[in-house]
């Protein structure tokens, strides 16, 4: 039997249990984000497990969440963490840098490693094929000190993609298109795993993007293959020695399985007050909006911003 990406990562890292779904396993983990929201509890407890340095090959600490200076409870954070980071030796990213999963991304994130975050976004990572999954402060402690993580092994949804996304769609209308589909739990104790021809016509950004979003369906995290397309990016980022390729095997199984034409997607809007709320764009033309923004972890990428740019001129 072949296997998945999904299989492959968490075989290269297993180091307790089986890969059996439901059952317990122990992973080693590569790589941890932590963000100014989340990190100050993290770093207290580094403190408490009197760790010296940190045993990962890679852990950043983001500054992209608390940035508004109303008093002094923030700033004071922010140089907390830098102090902590210096200590216990970890990259850290000021203030104005960007937010942490696009940044990651470009800088450090690297095809076949897995990543641990103190945010729920993190499996934004498994754009680029890493096993990127989003955890508690405690568990993102202990992976820094070098303790497995924990976790039960997930049911892998194969999600074969073909055709090509017509003019003014995006990646955020696939994953709305998922959405619809599975609704807000619909993949829970599932990892969401993308395969097939139409992968050639997505950007790494455009993966990153339908990867961030997978945590709005519940899933474990969202794993994309290690492709041609992910060494072009890698290669646009100076890192091209980074990369490695990590695809599915040709008889690859999954253990549910669902199709995405994406000729067929059209423009998608998720509508209050849940990101499983998704009707199409055009049910809504000429409703009146009270609040919009272009950016944030979900819309991180240079089409997010064109898109609505060039329409509207």
């Not at 890969?19 to 989340?38: F, K």
């Not at 940190?54 to 907390?80: C, G, K, M, W």
């Not at 830098?82 to 970890?90: D, I, N, T």
Request: hydrophobic share 40%; aromatic share 6%; proline share 5%.
């Amino acid at each position: 039997m072949g296997r998945n990406v999904t299989r492959k990562l968490i075989a290269e890292h297993l180091l307790e249990g089986e890969l059996v779904p439901g059952e317990e396993l122990g992973i080693r983990i590569d790589q941890t984000l932590t963000q100014d929201a989340t990190g100050t509890l993290v770093m207290l407890e580094l403190e408490a497990l009197q760790l010296h340095r940190v045993r990962t090959e890679v852990s950043v600490q983001y500054v992209d969440h608390n940035l508004i200076q109303a008093d002094h409870r923030n700033p004071d954070d922010h140089l907390f963490l830098e102090s902590a980071a210096r200590r216990f030796g970890l990259w850290f990213s000021r203030a104005g840098n960007g937010v942490s999963h696009p940044v990651h991304q470009e800088r450090f994130g690297k095809p076949g490693r897995t990543l641990l975050g103190s945010d729920s976004h993190t499996p934004a990572g498994g754009a680029l094929g890493m096993l990127a999954i989003g955890a508690g402060g405690v568990e993102v402690a202990l992976a820094m000190a070098g303790e497995p993580f924990r976790f039960r092994m997930p049911e892998v949804l194969g999600v074969r993609l073909t055709g090509e996304l017509s003019d003014w769609v995006s990646a955020k209308d696939v994953i709305l298109e998922m959405l619809r589909r599975y609704g807000v739990d619909g993949c829970v104790g599932k990892v969401v795993e993308y395969h097939g021809p139409g992968l050639a016509s997505l950007s790494a950004m455009d993966r990153h993007v339908i990867a961030n979003m997978g945590t709005e369906m519940g899933a474990t995290t969202t794993v994309f293959p290690s492709d041609q397309e992910t060494r072009r990016y890698l290669r646009s980022q100076g890192r091209e020695e980074d990369w490695s390729e990590w695809v599915a095997d040709p008889d690859a199984e999954y253990d549910a399985q669902d199709e995405i034409d994406l000729s067929t997607v059209e423009p998608l809007i998720a509508l209050p007050s849940s990101p499983g709320n998704v009707v199409p764009v055009r049910e809504v033309e000429g409703r009146e909006i009270y609040q919009a923004y272009l950016g944030s972890s979900a819309n991180p990428g240079f089409r997010d911003f064109a898109v609505p740019a060039l329409k509207g001129r």
